[in-house]
């Protein structure tokens, strides 16, 4: 899943040059209906959101952040100016964002390690078993997880 990431965060973090050319961005936006004081908002999503998706910290909150915007981003500015390969490009990068956000980080990132470290200290107490057990092993691992259900341990 790094690379994915990597790849996903390139394009976020890459479109964060808005910062040098300001000017440009904020007439951009106000061509094409949006107002000009989101940009900060813009900035700081995507410059934060892909390093939080390229270091793994976060993951599932920032691609469902990253989907929302995408899709905001080709009805609000790509789809009113004309332009269909933006447009296209946005939908492909909201699909992207969502199956981060349902598969997870993997196993290289910060919110894998973290649950690597919970199945560490659960195999320490044998008495936390069941629910607890199971949601250290789905952390890191997706939305899909969140719902299971305890397993008994003795029978």
């Known amino acids: ?86 447009l296209q490009k946005n939908v492909a990068m909201a699909g992207g964002s969502l199956a981060l956000a349902v598969f997870g980080p993997g196993a290289w990132s910060f919110d894998g390690r973290r649950g690597r470290e919970a199945l560490r200290t659960l195999g320490r107490y044998p008495k936390e078993a069941g629910v607890d057990r199971m949601r250290a092993l789905s952390r890191g691992r997706g939305l899909l997880s969140i719902n299971w259900r305890a397993v008994p341990t003795s029978c």
């Open 1 to 86: 899943m790094l690379p994915a990431r990597a790849m996903l965060a390139y394009i976020f973090i890459h479109g964060a040059g808005a910062i040098a050319d300001y000017a440009g961005t904020v007439g951009y936006m106000q061509t094409n209906g949006v107002d000009a004081r989101l940009l900060p908002l813009v900035i700081l999503t995507e410059l934060g959101g892909g390093l939080l998706v390229l270091f793994g910290l976060k993951v599932r909150w920032a691609a469902i952040a990253f989907c929302g915007f995408s899709l905001l981003t080709a009805f609000l500015i790509h789809l009113r100016a004309n332009e269909m390969i933006g």
